[in-house]
């Protein structure tokens, strides 16, 4: 396989063409993990409430609920290969994440506090509305903030450790996330057996956020290992055929175990009632998926210029995030919702509509003075 000096690239006056180009992927991927969220939103009510788990409409809303599972881990995976490869002082890190990630999330946390208290005066006063915002998300969807704002706090800890780890290192790393995060869960939730071992670092998303690092620089790009200016990591020795009949498959796989699983844990385990083990995200079913689109879209989703649609949505997307649980509860109040139609063909429906309001929506805001700076 031949290999590529990207050192010596990024000292070329081409490299900010290179970049450019290298990075398409990456506003693809972002773009369909955003969509993945709303499907996700909207059939997941579905699955959990629509009894029993032999009928048609709760395998609608299963599948569309396995299949877009990967959402949140693809998000973690993605800033993994963003940050962890690139050097910041601490101070510009913090600020620079300060600015684009938690002034926003800010503004979202408070514009949601003021939809609940509108909608169900709930919180009633501002100190609950305070404890609220430290306790617990302000509505289902932002608890992510929480999650990448942790991840941001230990990313001066794993960027040195990035900058000198060998394979063997990430194998250490990756092996001992899987088992404090799988193998906990697995003992506790089907043999009522909890470990004594803490395993910190080894738990969460943490993992999802060195394994996207780590595959973006193991898959070659176009037929080009991704390389660090400081370091190389050697390529796997996989044809590019080989690598896209892998990812295919792992989505495949992570797809149809989750919704099998979820049909065996729910009817079988909880006789009839939900079962929500396998719709976890740190599940190995979900794992499974998540690596195999990451692949996919390193490997497939740089084989086309972007439109400029695309880079309008990617930009747009982290409002959209935001922005689509209101849109979805308004599709609701309307009765456009999962009982107006049968599910197999309104939970699609509904997802697109709202992803175009949404879209629509921030567009509209960004264009507002101030509007990009809390989109």
């Known amino acids: 396989m031949q290999k590529c000096n990207i050192y010596a690239l990024t000292r070329s006056p081409a490299y900010p063409f290179i970049r450019l180009a290298a990075l398409i992927w990456a506003d693809r991927l972002r773009n369909v993990a955003t969509v993945m969220v709303v499907a996700l939103h909207t059939s997941g009510p579905v699955a959990?409430?629509?009894?029993?788990?032999?009928?048609?409409?709760?395998?609608?809303?299963?599948?569309?609920?396995?299949?877009?599972?990967?959402?949140?881990p693809l998000f973690v995976m993605l800033s993994g290969y963003l940050l962890l490869g690139k050097d910041y002082t601490l101070g510009y890190f913090f600020k620079r994440r300060f600015s684009r990630v938690v002034v926003p999330a800010l503004f979202w946390m408070g514009i949601y506090l003021l939809y609940g208290y509108l909608a169900h005066n709930d919180p009633d006063t501002a100190g609950a509305a305070l404890l609220k915002i430290v306790e617990r998300p302000v509505h289902y969807h932002l608890w992510f903030i929480y999650l990448i704002v942790g991840l941001y706090m230990i990313y001066p800890i794993l960027r040195p450790w990035i900058r000198v780890a060998t394979d063997s290192d990430y194998y250490y790393f990756i092996g001992m996330w899987l088992f404090g995060t799988w193998g906990y869960k697995i003992l506790d939730v089907f043999f009522d057996i909890q470990l004594g071992i803490y395993f910190e670092l080894f738990t969460n998303e943490a993992g999802y956020f060195v394994l996207g690092y780590y595959l973006g620089q193991k898959i070659p790009l176009n037929g080009v290992n991704t390389i660090t200016p400081d370091r190389l990591i050697q390529p796997w020795q996989f044809t590019r055929k080989q690598w896209m009949l892998m990812a295919v498959g792992l989505v495949l796989a992570g797809t149809i175990a989750t919704m099998t699983g979820t049909y065996w844990a729910s009817a079988?385990?909880?006789?009839?009632?939900?079962?929500?083990?396998?719709y976890d995200y740190l599940t190995p079913n979900v794992a499974i998926g998540s690596t195999g689109w990451f692949m996919l879209a390193v490997l497939w989703f740089n084989r086309n210029p972007i439109f400029e649609v695309e880079k309008l949505f990617a930009e747009c997307s982290y409002g959209i995030y935001f922005i689509h649980a209101m849109v979805l509860d308004w599709w609701s109040e309307v009765g456009y919702w999962h009982s107006k139609i049968h599910p197999a063909p309104c939970i699609p429906i509904i997802f697109t509509l709202t992803i175009i309001l949404s879209f629509i929506a921030i567009l509209l805001i960004r264009s507002l003075p101030g509007g990009r700076k809390i989109t």
């Open 268 to 278: 079988l385990l909880k006789d009839g009632h939900f079962h929500n083990y396998f």
């Open 48 to 72: 959990e409430q629509f009894l029993p788990h032999e009928t048609l409409e709760w395998w609608s809303a299963n599948f569309w609920d396995s299949f877009t599972r990967p959402s949140v």
